[in-house]
């Protein structure tokens, strides 16, 4: 299974995007999925996660502007971004804990996405 991200690209403060990320080939279960960024110079921070059954959590920093969604049909998370700030600009990586079955039993692994840039111009 491999993450594929999308709607990275440039915004002005105050405007909005929406990222997508798919999950990609078969074999597995898919868990939780997050959303995380890292903007230059900074650790990898985590944004939102989703389980499942719908659950979410924020980061204190994006509480009430961003969303996160999933479609478990279609094997994607979504996050919708809305009043972005300058201090936003970041790569943002999609991350998923999978469930999979080999020869010596059930393992859990968790994989990221390549990232997909957003800047956000002040």
């Known amino acids: 299974v491999q993450l594929m991200e999308s709607g990275g690209g440039l915004v002005q403060a105050g405007g909005s995007l929406r990222l997508s990320c798919e999950a990609v080939?078969?074999?597995?279960?898919?868990?939780?999925m997050a959303w995380y960024r890292q903007a230059p110079g900074n650790q990898r921070e985590l944004v939102a996660t989703?389980?499942?059954?719908?659950?979410?959590t924020y980061a204190d920093f994006v509480k009430g502007r961003f969303t996160i969604s999933r479609d478990n049909r279609k094997n994607t998370v979504y996050l919708e971004m809305n009043t972005l700030k300058s201090e936003g600009t970041a790569v943002y990586y999609c991350?998923?804990?999978?469930?999979?079955?080999?020869?010596?039993?059930?393992?859990?692994?968790?994989?990221w996405g390549q990232g997909t840039l957003v800047t956000v111009s002040s």
């Open positions: 080939g078969r074999g597995a279960e898919i868990n939780d």
């Open positions: 991350n998923a804990r999978l469930k999979i079955v080999t020869i010596e039993g059930t393992k859990c692994i968790e994989i």
């Open positions: 989703i389980t499942v059954s719908g659950f979410t």
